[in-house]
Nanobody, 119 residues
Framework: QVQLQESGPGLVKPSQTLSLICTVS??????????WNWIRQPPGKALEWMGA???????YYSPSLESRTSISRDTSKNEFILQLRAVTPEDTGVYYC???????????WGQGTQVTVSS
């Protein structure tokens, strides 16, 4: 079964860039799952899809975050990476990576990583 694990800093200062890595094991970012996604959940709020990179390397972003978000991948490390620029305290929350098939049926999730934006 494909496993995903998020990693990155737990604390980021306002205006900085948040970078998170999702490491995939027992699977491949160029073979398993069509979409490799980043999803977040602010405290007390619903899950929010941020964007995805496909197994062929195409990227898709939420319109509300597109201007600040980049998703890339390192196939040699079997990882995909989230960068969120110009963060504010409203970007605080738990960030998840997840694999989904072609109709966005999310099949595998990482355990999530807490990110706090604070000076």
């Amino acid at each position: 079964q494909v496993q995903l694990q998020e990693s990155g800093p737990g604390l980021v200062k306002p205006s900085q860039t948040l970078s998170l890595i999702c490491t995939v094991s027992s699977g491949s970012v160029i073979r398993d799952y069509y979409y490799w996604n980043w999803i977040r959940q602010p405290p007390g709020k619903a899950l929010e899809w941020m964007g995805a990179i496909t197994k062929s390397g195409n990227t898709y972003y939420s319109p509300s975050l597109e201007s600040r978000t980049s998703i890339s991948r390192d196939t040699s490390k079997n990882e995909f990476i989230l960068q969120l620029r110009a963060v504010t305290p409203e970007d605080t929350g738990v960030y998840y990576c997840a694999g989904a098939n072609g109709n966005f049926d999310f099949r595998s999730w990482g355990q999530g990583t807490q990110v706090t934006v604070s000076s």
